[in-house]
């Protein structure tokens, strides 16, 4: 995209825009949380409507002006209807402005302060906003015990959903690292939460909807389920859709389903109110009208054949990447995944996740350090690395450039495993001098230069 005001006016910002620009050109991005967008959809992203202040709902705005934002509104929710097949019966709300906004927007809506949320426990890959609070050691011994099955939450409260709600998380099977779902309802039946919530960011498995649904309806609870990561992989019908399973659905829109950043909740007809009152006047002013603009430019294309393929892809080349590094030796949680992502424990290479992700980020291949079940590590540097396939996808990439990013990964972290005991900035400083990462790095360059960004 050529930004020829920006460069004009503000040169300062217009040259990050083009180094970050290059970055995301010529390095491969495998961060599963991350997606490239098309040019429409940056383009409506950057229309007039980022002037607009438009807090109400169509039809029902506090200021006058806005007939073509409620035209675009309506026509987004439609939308969303279309790409989710969402039955009449069924109210989408294309308002909140990130995904942790959204799932708050739900609590605010359904929960009283006080109340009991079950999710999932975050270093088995759950997610910050269903709740978090660290356990801390005291003279006593440890606060917040983790058992085998079951987290009942610390003393540091790390996310503010901790701190208004009761927070009881469980976990996955030591061995498999699958959900025991048996478990999962006894453990509702003892703490009787009013929310259930499924959904993560590094469990590699489809959740079990059924399961999750009749749980909730034993004990009486909501269940909510965050498919921020997999929603393009559900709308496209590569993954299974929790609707009519769960009672309310959020996602990011910037994932796998390759919108601008934002999130959408869909839900039953009669939580509706509820609902769009916890996002507005709940907890959100304005609504970003350009984000809805964009939305609503995914939306559509994500109801597109093209877009069905894609997500057909994107899950084929993450199988194909989890059978590579199981071949070589590497631990893939749960033995490989049904998405769009994946998840290698290091500790099978006798290794963490810091020292190799920085040495692959040096050798042009972007992925992160991620903690794993049966974490032994520190949130800075646990025993993970997760990576994902959604915007190599989208650049065009199938099972041969999986064969061959799997080779350079292990490649790499062959190379740097006997210095990875290095304190992190003498081991940065170590890789950059290192000429068999430029050489990955070059390589990486020129895979890139074959499946080009479309910007
Ligand atoms: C499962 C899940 N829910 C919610 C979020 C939060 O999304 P956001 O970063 O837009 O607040 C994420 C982000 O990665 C996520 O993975």
């Given at each position: 995209?050529?930004?020829?005001?920006?460069?004009?006016?503000?040169?300062?910002?217009?040259?990050?825009?083009?180094?970050?620009?290059?970055?995301?050109?010529?390095?491969?991005?495998?961060?599963?949380?991350?997606?490239?967008?098309?040019?429409?959809?940056?383009?409506?992203?950057?229309?007039?409507?980022?002037?607009?202040?438009a807090e109400g709902y169509p039809h029902k705005r506090y200021?006058?002006?806005?007939?073509?934002?409620?035209?675009?509104?309506?026509?987004?929710?439609?939308?969303?209807?279309?790409?989710f097949s969402l039955p009449d019966d069924w109210h989408v709300?294309?308002?909140?402005?990130?995904?942790?906004?959204?799932?708050?927007?739900?609590?605010?809506?359904?929960?009283?302060?006080?109340?009991?949320?079950?999710?999932?426990?975050?270093?088995?890959?759950?997610?910050?906003?269903?709740?978090?609070?660290?356990?801390?050691?005291?003279?006593?011994?440890?606060?917040?015990?983790?058992?085998?099955?079951?987290?009942?939450?610390?003393?540091?409260?790390?996310?503010?959903?901790?701190?208004?709600?009761?927070?009881?998380?469980?976990?996955?099977?030591?061995?498999?690292?699958?959900?025991?779902?048996?478990?999962?309802?006894?453990?509702?039946?003892?703490?009787?939460?009013?929310?259930?919530?499924?959904?993560?960011?590094?469990?590699?498995?489809?959740?079990?909807?059924?399961?999750?649904?009749?749980?909730?309806?034993?004990?009486?609870?909501?269940?909510?389920?965050?498919?921020?990561?997999?929603?393009?992989?559900?709308?496209?019908?590569?993954?299974?859709?929790?609707?009519?399973?769960?009672?309310?659905?959020?996602?990011?829109?910037?994932?796998?389903?390759?919108?601008?950043?934002?999130?959408?909740?869909?839900?039953?007809?009669?939580?509706?109110?509820?609902?769009?009152f916890g996002v507005f006047p709940g907890l959100q002013g304005?609504?970003?009208?350009?984000?809805?603009?964009?939305?609503?430019?995914?939306?559509?294309?994500?109801?597109?054949?093209?877009?069905?393929?894609?997500?057909?892809?994107?899950?084929?080349?993450?199988?194909?990447?989890?059978?590579?590094?199981?071949?070589?030796?590497?631990?893939?949680?749960?033995?490989?995944?049904?998405?769009?992502?994946?998840?290698?424990?290091?500790?099978?290479?006798?290794?963490?996740?810091?020292?190799?992700?920085?040495?692959?980020?040096?050798?042009?291949?972007?992925?992160?350090?991620?903690?794993?079940?049966?974490?032994?590590?520190?949130?800075?540097?646990?025993?993970?690395?997760?990576?994902?396939?959604?915007?190599?996808?989208?650049?065009?990439?199938?099972?041969?450039?999986?064969?061959?990013?799997?080779?350079?990964?292990?490649?790499?972290?062959?190379?740097?495993?006997?210095?990875?005991?290095?304190?992190?900035?003498?081991?940065?400083?170590?890789?950059?001098?290192?000429?068999?990462?430029?050489?990955?790095?070059?390589?990486?360059?020129?895979?890139?230069?074959?499946?080009?960004?479309?910007?």
């Open positions: 995209m050529d930004f020829p005001n920006l460069k004009k006016q503000d040169p300062e910002i217009y040259k990050l825009v083009k180094k970050e620009e290059e970055k995301q050109q010529y390095k491969l991005s495998m961060i599963p949380s991350e997606n490239f967008s098309s040019p429409a959809v940056r383009e409506a992203l950057s229309s007039v409507f980022v002037h607009k202040y200021y006058e002006g806005n007939q073509f934002v409620d035209n675009l509104e309506e026509l987004c929710q439609q939308r969303a209807r279309q790409a709300n294309v308002q909140p402005l990130a995904g942790g906004n959204s799932n708050l927007a739900v609590y605010n809506g359904l929960l009283e302060p006080g109340d009991t949320i079950l999710s999932m426990y975050l270093p088995d890959g759950g997610h910050l906003s269903h709740g978090w609070s660290f356990p801390e050691k005291d003279e006593q011994g440890l606060e917040g015990q983790v058992e085998q099955a079951i987290y009942l939450g610390g003393k540091r409260k790390i996310s503010i959903v901790s701190k208004i709600f009761k927070v009881v998380q469980y976990k996955v099977e030591p061995d498999s690292r699958l959900f025991d779902y048996k478990k999962i309802m006894a453990i509702a039946k003892e703490y009787r939460p009013k929310m259930i919530i499924s959904g993560g960011t590094a469990y590699p498995r489809e959740i079990n909807y059924d399961a999750l649904h009749s749980i909730a309806k034993e004990v009486g609870a909501y269940y909510l389920a965050d498919i921020a990561h997999e929603a393009g992989l559900v709308a496209a019908g590569a993954n299974k859709s929790p609707i009519g399973k769960a009672d309310v659905i959020t996602f990011t829109t910037h994932k796998t389903i390759r919108g601008p950043r934002g999130a959408v909740i869909l839900c039953r007809g009669d939580l509706a109110d509820r609902i769009d304005g609504p970003f009208e350009h984000t809805i603009a964009s939305l609503a430019v995914c939306l559509k294309e994500a109801c597109t054949p093209a877009f069905k393929k894609y997500a057909f892809q994107v899950v084929k080349n993450a199988q194909r990447l989890a059978q590579r590094f199981i071949e070589r030796g590497y631990d893939v949680v749960s033995g490989g995944t049904d998405k769009h992502l994946l998840l290698i424990d290091m500790r099978s290479k006798k290794l963490s996740g810091r020292n190799p992700a920085k040495a692959l980020d040096q050798a042009g291949i972007i992925m992160n350090r991620n903690s794993v079940p049966n974490e032994t590590g520190s949130p800075m540097n646990p025993s993970g690395l997760r990576m994902g396939t959604p915007t190599i996808t989208t650049r065009g990439m199938k099972e041969k450039e999986m064969d061959k990013i799997a080779e350079w990964v292990d490649y790499v972290i062959k190379v740097v495993a006997p210095d990875c005991d290095l304190k992190p900035a003498e081991f940065e400083e170590k890789i950059k001098k290192m000429p068999e990462l430029r050489k990955i790095a070059a390589e990486v360059k020129s895979l890139c230069q074959k499946y080009p960004l479309n910007i």
